[in-house]
């Protein structure tokens, strides 16, 4: 009796360690996955690569709103050219446009950058945090810099941004606004439906931001790119993510899910073109398409491969599109 018993302890020990070996090769094998990819990402050609913005002749701009917040901006400006206004995305900065407004600003462009409330060197202010609010901040900026004829770049929440100005604000729009470009953003959907509280509880976790803070971080990034993942782009998207304090990352997130611009998108009134990456995991190609047939007269540009963020993977192709949108010029894609 004791022999069998200790015969069943010993296959039972066995089998503990064969899983243990198995799930330690397992770790290896993903862990080794892991340094493959990250060697790959490192070894991409990167289109960002030697296009630095110059801001050293750029003159600052502050724009204070009526809730406290302070707007905190730049604006390139060369003596002469078209007025381009850039719009970030949710948990980025201005810094997220600048392989875009190098380009840009190298064609002559008069360029302003701003940080969105709450997001880099811009102040929360205490009212209530809604998309209209952006687009409120926005119509703040283009008086500020006494914006005409400007063409208007949103990526992500600031194509959010454009849309609720647009919505709401169609005076401003007919006074100062020539053309609009919105990459990589929705009018409605954002993480909705089942995902709709994982995606909250995730933002907020603060194990997430642990993990995220780590060696894994731009791994976790991955699903924010495309086809072709370089790993500074990476890098930029976990650190720009983990600037933002937790709580102000929910309020945001909780904001861009109630936004719905369904009802007022057949009111714009300026030419307007969608841009969306085919592989955009967080605002699916399905979301631009229901802008471009929202808005009269929208053009829809599909980009093969390319992920959410568009200013980092797609430079070129929305510096023209939007030099195309000033200048009048057929759509270069």
Same mark, same amino acid.
């Given at each position: 009796?004791?022999?069998?018993?200790?015969?069943?302890?010993n296959?039972?020990?066995?089998?503990?360690?064969?899983?243990?070996?198995?799930?330690?090769?397992?770790?290896?094998?993903?862990?080794?996955?892991?340094?493959?990819?990250?060697?790959?990402w490192?070894?991409a050609d990167?289109?960002?690569?030697?296009y630095?913005?110059?801001?050293?002749?750029?003159?600052?701009l502050?724009?204070?709103?009526?809730?406290g917040?302070?707007?905190?901006g730049?604006?390139?400006?060369?003596e002469?050219?078209?007025?381009?206004?850039?719009?970030?995305?949710?948990?980025?900065?201005?810094?997220?446009?600048?392989?875009v407004a190098?380009?840009?600003?190298?064609?002559?462009?008069?360029?302003?950058?701003?940080?969105?409330?709450?997001?880099?060197?811009?102040t929360?202010?205490?009212?209530?945090?809604?998309?209209?609010?952006?687009?409120?901040?926005l119509?703040?900026?283009?008086?500020?810099v006494?914006?005409?004829d400007?063409?208007?770049?949103?990526?992500?929440?600031? &194509?959010?941004? %454009?849309?609720?100005? +647009? #919505? /709401? =604000?169609?005076?401003?729009v *007919?006074?100062? !606004?020539?053309?609009?470009v919105?990459?990589?953003?929705?009018g409605?959907?954002?993480?909705?439906?089942?995902?709709?509280?994982?995606?909250?509880?995730?933002?907020?976790?603060?194990?997430?931001?642990?993990?995220?803070?780590?060696?894994? &971080?731009?791994? %976790?990034?991955?699903? +924010? #790119? /495309? =086809?072709?993942?370089?790993? *500074?782009?990476? !890098?930029a998207?976990?650190?720009a993510?983990?600037?933002?304090?937790?709580?102000?990352?929910?309020?945001?997130?909780?904001?861009?899910?109630?936004?719905?611009f369904r009802?007022?998108?057949?009111?714009v009134?300026?030419?307007?073109?969608?841009?969306?990456?085919?592989?955009?995991?967080?605002?699916?190609?399905?979301?631009?398409?229901?802008?471009?047939?929202?808005?009269?007269?929208?053009?829809?540009?599909?980009?093969?491969?390319a992920?959410?963020?568009l200013?980092?993977?797609?430079?070129?192709?929305?510096?023209?599109?939007i030099?195309?949108?000033?200048?009048?010029?057929?759509?270069?894609?």
């Amino acid at each position: 009796m004791s022999l069998n018993l200790n015969s069943n302890v010993n296959r039972r020990a066995a089998r503990r360690l064969g899983a243990a070996a198995g799930l330690a090769v397992v770790g290896a094998a993903a862990a080794g996955a892991v340094v493959a990819a990250g060697r790959r990402w490192r070894a991409a050609d990167d289109p960002c690569a030697g296009y630095a913005l110059d801001l050293d002749g750029a003159t600052p701009l502050k724009v204070e709103r009526p809730d406290g917040a302070v707007l905190d901006g730049v604006v390139v400006d060369p003596e002469s050219g078209h007025t381009v206004v850039l719009s970030h995305c949710w948990t980025g900065t201005r810094a997220t446009w600048e392989p875009v407004a190098a380009r840009l600003v190298a064609r002559g462009c008069r360029v302003v950058l701003y940080d969105q409330r709450g997001h880099g060197a811009s102040t929360m202010g205490t009212g209530a945090l809604t998309v209209d609010h952006l687009g409120d901040d926005l119509a703040a900026v283009l008086e500020a810099v006494d914006a005409h004829d400007a063409v208007l770049a949103g990526h992500s929440m600031g &194509g959010m941004a %454009l849309q609720a100005l +647009a #919505v /709401g =604000r169609p005076d401003v729009v *007919a006074e100062r !606004v020539k053309a609009m470009v919105l990459a990589g953003t929705a009018g409605f959907g954002v993480a909705a439906g089942p995902l709709s509280a994982p995606v909250r509880f995730v933002t907020g976790d603060r194990r997430v931001e642990r993990l995220m803070a780590g060696r894994l &971080g731009p791994v %976790l990034s991955r699903g +924010a #790119v /495309g =086809r072709h993942p370089r790993h *500074a782009h990476l !890098v930029a998207t976990r650190d720009a993510w983990m600037s933002l304090p937790t709580d102000v990352r929910r309020q945001f997130l909780i904001a861009l899910q109630a936004m719905d611009f369904r009802a007022g998108l057949a009111g714009v009134a300026v030419p307007t073109t969608v841009v969306v990456g085919s592989r955009d995991l967080l605002t699916p190609p399905r979301l631009a398409r229901g802008i471009a047939n929202a808005v009269p007269g929208a053009r829809l540009v599909e980009v093969p491969g390319a992920g959410h963020m568009l200013p980092y993977e797609e430079p070129d192709l929305l510096a023209e599109i939007i030099l195309a949108a000033a200048t009048k010029e057929g759509d270069p894609s």
